[in-house]
Nanobody, 123 residues
Framework: QVQLVESGGRSVQPGGSLALSCALS????????IAWFRQAPGKEREFVAA????????DYALSGKGRFTISRDNSKNTAYLQMNNLRPEDTAVYYC????????????????WGQGTQVIVSS
């Protein structure tokens, strides 16, 4: 059974950095595209970033452009989200998701969610 496990979330001060990880078990990461989403309290889940199976193509929400970097290491079956210059509005539970079409970065391509990891940005 395919399972995603996110990690790396914690409390950090504004302007700080975090690196989130998304580890896949029960499957081969290179057959999927990967995306990160987040959900803040009282808000709907929103797209953060996505990456194609090889890493050649990426896409970012405007909120994270220039601050967030999505990457992957297929040999480790793990994807990452590097977040720099964090803001209080980045506070949310961050989820990774598998995309069934490895080249497609559209939001509709993604499902098979992990359990999430909490990020809190506060002074």
């Amino acid at each position: 059974q395919v399972q995603l496990v996110e990690s790396g979330g914690r409390s950090v001060q504004p302007g700080g950095s975090l690196a989130l990880s998304c580890a896949l078990s029960g499957g081969t990461l290179s057959t999927y595209s990967i995306a990160w989403f987040r959900q803040a309290p009282g808000k709907e889940r929103e797209f953060v970033a996505a990456i194609s199976w090889s890493g050649a193509a990426t896409d970012y929400a405007l909120s994270g452009k220039g601050r967030f970097t999505i990457s992957r290491d297929n040999s480790k079956n793990t994807a990452y989200l590097q977040m720099n210059n964090l803001r209080p509005e980045d506070t949310a539970v961050y989820y990774c998701a598998l995309g069934s079409h490895p080249y497609v970065l559209a939001v509709s391509n993604f499902g098979s969610w992990g359990q999430g990891t909490q990020v809190i940005v506060s002074s």
